[in-house]
């Protein structure tokens, strides 16, 4: 079954371009940063208007698909007892949304338009401590600084601008770049493009070309096969941003995505300049269930044979060239998300990863479990999240995962896990509490509990409260703060602890 799946898939997306398209034209719209405050204050939204379309597991999301999931969720909300945050939450996005819900409505015709520079971000950022390292592989990780496009900071202090600057003809033609400048400790000034795509619509796909960051999976905390813990990726991608319903009886799939991806990997690293790619779908049988299949596969790179088109559809189809060498790096999942809409919406939701495979079926597997709950008082304005995720081997085995034989430096991009920010050999358990005081004003407490290299002689943990505060004004003025403190025992497997801190001040304009 394993080794199938990404025929299937291409299956699937051949069937799905041959869609008429002009009753399933989805417009280009530009993404919205994985950091951005709408997923949350979305993700709430959805579950009280209980958006049957919606679905969760590839992100990130576009303009127009949060505006799509906010007008639905509007209609839904007129005839509910939803709490009273869903108003002021709904009230808010659709002042940040106001353009894409006016095209939904057919109240707007894009012109061709050209925005030098919008949503202008001035970041500080003070960080005390530093990196520890993953066995096995090229990679470090200051542990507070996860899921953060893959940046290092220096320790004390740093700075940065960034801004977004885009171009849009129509709904068929979008240029989107987001640079940042950035000021950091004994390290000068540098300009580097944080993403940036061209992207064109056609019917329900669009084609994209250059930088991006994708989070594929339930977790919201860390992902096994995707996340934005490392740079974005310069990749060749085809996608469907809104679900599509299939013909025949691929109908009865429910709301589907898909996302395919080609990119190539860096040089600095023990296989130079390795392709990556990845395919993932997500369907929704029911209004609530949700499941999501995905894959990614590196292969060739400096130093291994020459592919031709044969080679590389054979890798492709998960399976290594004649001879009986390793020849790819596959690591697969699935998962699933099961949403309780009578009991306050809560969502419970699982990741199941494969680093290998035996009999067709994952071996060598890892996971991720997790809990939402977005109503735990009257009010609705305080919400609950617990996840766990474990890439341990069963006892008495090497640890595996983000690791390989061929491609020593590991699944990683510029010396960052692709996936799980705790790395392979770890386990990790975060809770987050948040509440939406009002309209413009949230304030999250969270807690994560790490151990990494469980197989080492001395396992590494750390123990990390923090908090963030976010204020929006009406205007779309920004000001957030977050600080996350560390205290870690056995730093880089040794006999020492240390305590470390983190914490940004930032302002959009």
Not at 128 to 153: I, K, R
Not at 222 to 233: E, I, M, P, V
Not at 353 to 382: C, M, N, V, W
Not at 469 to 498: C, I, K, M, Q, T
Request: charged fraction near 20%; charge should be negative; hydrophobic fraction near 40%.
């Amino acid at each position: 079954m394993l080794s199938r799946f990404p025929i299937v898939l291409v299956c699937l997306a051949l069937l799905l371009v041959t869609l008429p398209s002009q009753a399933l034209a989805t417009p280009v719209s530009p993404p919205i940063s994985l950091d951005s405050w709408i997923y949350p204050a979305l993700d709430k939204l959805v579950r009280f208007g209980e958006v049957d379309s919606a679905l969760e597991g590839l992100k990130p999301l576009t303009r127009h698909e949060a505006a799509r999931r906010v007008a639905l969720a509007r209609d839904s909300l007129q005839s509910s007892s939803a709490p009273p945050v869903a108003g002021e939450l709904l009230r808010a996005l659709e002042r940040e949304l106001q353009t894409e819900l006016a095209d939904l409505d057919g109240e707007t015709v894009r012109p061709w338009i050209v925005q030098p520079m919008q949503d202008l971000r001035l970041e500080y950022v003070f960080q005390d401590g530093s990196p520890s390292n993953f066995p096995g592989t090229n990679a470090s990780q200051f542990a507070l600084n996860s899921n953060h496009a893959g940046v290092d900071y220096r320790e004390q202090h740093n700075l940065q601008v960034g801004w977004t600057s885009q171009a849009q003809l129509g709904d068929y033609l979008l240029v989107d770049w987001r640079p940042r400048i950035e000021q950091q400790e004994g390290d000068g000034t540098r300009l580097r493009t944080t993403t940036g795509q061209i992207a064109a619509a056609a019917g329900p796909v669009t084609i994209s070309l250059g930088r991006q960051s994708l989070w594929w999976g339930p977790g919201d905390h860390g992902s096994l096969l995707l996340s934005n813990n490392t740079k974005a990726l310069d990749m060749l991608r085809f996608n469907t941003p809104s679900p599509v319903t299939l013909p025949w009886f691929f109908e009865k799939l429910g709301p589907f995505q898909f996302d395919l991806f080609f990119s190539r990997l860096e040089d600095d690293r023990a296989v130079p300049e390795p392709w990556l790619s990845g395919l993932r779908f997500d369907f929704k049988p029911t209004a609530w269930l949700e499941i999501g299949a995905s894959r990614t596969i590196m292969f060739g790179g400096e130093g291994t044979p020459d592919l031709d088109l044969g080679d590389f559809l054979t890798i492709l189809s998960g399976k290594n060239l004649s001879g009986g060498n390793d020849t790819s790096n596959s690591i697969a999942a699935v998962d699933a998300r099961l949403t309780l809409p009578w009991f306050h919406g809560l969502q419970l939701y699982g990741e199941l990863g494969g680093e290998d495979e035996a009999g067709h079926l994952f071996s060598k597997t890892a996971f991720l479990a997790g809990l939402y709950l977005p109503q735990i008082e009257p009010s609705g304005r305080l919400d609950l999240r617990i996840e766990y995720a474990d890439t341990t081997p069963p006892s008495g085995e090497p640890a595996v995962w983000y690791k390989h034989g061929l491609y020593q430096s590991g699944y990683t991009y510029e010396k960052k896990i692709l996936g799980h920010q705790a790395g392979g050999d770890a386990r990790d358990l975060w809770l987050e509490s948040r509440a939406f005081l009002n309209r413009n004003l949230s304030l999250a407490f969270n807690f994560d509990y790490q151990q990494r290299g469980t197989t080492q002689p001395i396992e590494e943990k750390h123990y990390q409260p923090g908090l963030e505060l976010r204020w929006r004004d009406p205007g779309g003025r920004e000001v957030s703060f977050n600080y996350a403190y560390d205290h870690v025992e056995h730093v880089n497997y040794g006999a020492d602890s240390a305590d470390l801190h983190f914490a940004t001040l930032g302002f959009m304009f």
